[in-house]
């Protein structure tokens, strides 16, 4: 994966709190243009009462995550300047899930030929 090159969502499936602190979230399936990626945290905040604040569980994990083109949300509240971003794990580059695809293709005809011999 890097900067320009295209993605598939492969996990779409998200805790409440994103849900809360996001405002455009992938879906899984789609495909999207990799805008940047940079080092970040797993779970940067969660919302109490409304507002976010600090979890620091995720300040223990860092993870590569990357923002793409077709989806903008607001800043991260704890990382002045830094978009709120997605876990790089979430997505596949396009070459990858064509090929897992293709895999599952010829094993289920080779599982058909072999039922049908």
């Known amino acids: 994966m890097q900067i320009g090159s295209k993605v598939v969502c492969i996990d779409d499936v998200f805790p409440a709190w994103v849900h809360q602190a996001y405002t455009a979230l992938p879906v899984k399936g789609e495909t999207y243009t990799v805008r940047a990626m940079s080092p970040g945290r797993g779970k940067p905040l969660h919302i109490v009462d409304g507002k976010p604040v600090k979890n620091g569980a995720g300040d223990n994990h860092p993870e590569i995550y990357l923002l793409v083109e ?48």
């Not at 971003?85 to 064509?98: D, S």
């Open 70 to 117: 077709e989806l903008r949300n607001p800043q991260d509240p704890f990382c002045a300047g830094t978009e709120l971003g997605f876990k790089a794990e979430r997505f596949a580059p396009i070459e990858e899930a064509e090929a897992e695809d293709s895999y599952a293709d010829s094993a289920a005809v080779g599982e058909y030929a072999t039922a049908v011999n």
